[in-house]
DNA sequence: GAAATTATTTTCGATATTCGAAAGTTCAGG
DNA sequence: CCTGAACTTTCGAATATCGAAAATAATTTC
């Protein structure tokens, strides 16, 4: 009998089950025995798994555990009333103490979705509503977590065609590169004007445990109001509540 | 240049990505065209990962969800501290009204890995402690998630041998059936002393969005001092415990 | 209800990947 | 330095995958 097991796709899986299930990281020879794999095939396999970044290895350790792109598929299936009972709370605090509408983002292909927004009572119409897909070059929260990919993927994102949102929108490489530079040493992503005219925003990266950027967390208002509001103040909250989602959204990698 | 994105593996793994981050089903024309694969390519890819498990199709439909074998591996991936955060509040209303053990467990190989618990104050030593791996056929919340996996996995679980825990563990086929029958009908799984001598626990399964039942959460006590607590009420707190659950652990099908 | 359109499934030879076995390296302890 | 275990590479044979095209099924249109 030939058991779907053991065609390619199944042996890839069951390495990806056998290190998601250990606690700790897992070494070649213990996938190995776990499965029932020569090391040469084990071996093989696991290389496969890392270069899809499904599999990681911590740096100059042996052993592998669960890897970016299969944590972020994870989240990607979480439903939103998922993230809502983690991540309201946080969002809620930033509403209250800026009067302005904050939301978290989650990369998603080439965007960063919104996928939980919290607005203050009596708001502007929502330019963040769940569902909506932010550019990543063109709006704070979508350059927040761009600026903390690896350089692959923003190559392949740079070598693609950029939609100009408004005129203030950057879309060559050289600036929008520089102003990547400028939020990995600042630590805080702004949106002004770049993407809904008149509207300003704020966006923080938010990592998780093994140190990915999946998503990020913002603040968005009426340019005219919003403006004024102390930007070192803005920053600090936006790290602190990004420090807390990260703790709430985090995975031990 | 060649991108590994095109090799094999990659391909099923972006297929995986394109259905989970589809709040709704996706037919195989919506998958061939996000990804830019022909037709015929894309439905040897989707059947290659249907049959793994990794998706699953509404009977009847001709749409693509998020599969039980890729569920299953995602919440594998997710630490204590990912649980903790949903989790924990439900647990600790379930102690706070019976003063006994509360614990998520979740199904793991050919145990029910405990994954998070929480105890009263001044609680007698722990049973169901995080990281302990419960039978499937003498714990409560074991027999709560076994009772709910389809007939392959009873099969074949039952065609291997048992561990008699205690003289009250059941391990004749026949007796484990139809014990499981009743908690399909009854909804509540009990084990009482049949694993721990003197200790009493009640189990009920969690079940997810797509219908597939992973955890199962569940009160655990001394059988003199838990026994007499009424069983109607344990029953419909542990239900209402389990939907909640369900709704945050849960996924978008 | 028949024709046209669109969606799904199957077939095909060529190509690329995977397979297990065995040999070759590297690394850590004694 | 030697030894053994862990890790990595190599190899021809077996197997899965590839894109293109054709066949079937389901839906829509007229």
Not at 60 to 73: E, M
Not at 234 to 245: G, H, S, V
């Amino acid at each position: 009998m030939s058991d779907s097991n053991d065609k390619p796709l199944g042996r890839y899986i069951r390495v990806l089950e056998t290190v998601a299930a250990a606690r700790t990281g897992l070494t070649l020879t213990d996938i190995a025995r776990e499965l029932g794999l020569q090391p040469g095939t084990a071996h093989r396999l696991i290389r496969g798994l890392v270069d899809q970044d499904l599999l990681g290895s911590a740096p100059g350790t042996k052993s592998y555990v669960t890897g970016p792109r299969l944590q972020a598929l994870l989240h990607a299936t979480m439903d939103q009333a998922g993230y809502a009972g983690l991540a309201k709370p946080v969002l809620d605090g930033l509403v209250a103490e800026f009067g302005e509408t904050a939301h978290l983002a989650r990369l998603n292909g080439d965007f960063a979705e919104s996928v939980l927004m919290e607005q203050p009572s009596g708001a502007d119409r929502a330019f963040v509503q769940p569902g909506r897909q932010l550019p990543l070059h063109a709006a704070a929260s979508g350059k927040a977590i761009l600026a903390f990919q690896d350089e692959a993927f923003v190559a392949r994102y740079l070598s693609r065609p950029r939609e100009r949102y408004t005129e203030k929108t950057k879309v060559e490489d050289l600036d929008i590169r520089n102003e990547l530079a400028q939020i990995r040493a600042d630590g805080v992503a702004v949106c002004d004007n770049e993407l809904d005219a008149g509207v300003l925003s704020y966006g923080h990266p938010i990592q998780v445990n093994g140190g990915y950027v999946l998503y990020s967390v913002g603040i968005t208002g009426l340019a005219d109001r919003f403006r004024p509001m102390e930007r070192s103040r803005i920053k600090q909250r936006l790290a602190e509540a990004a420090a807390d989602l990260g703790r709430k959204l985090g995975f031990t990698a």
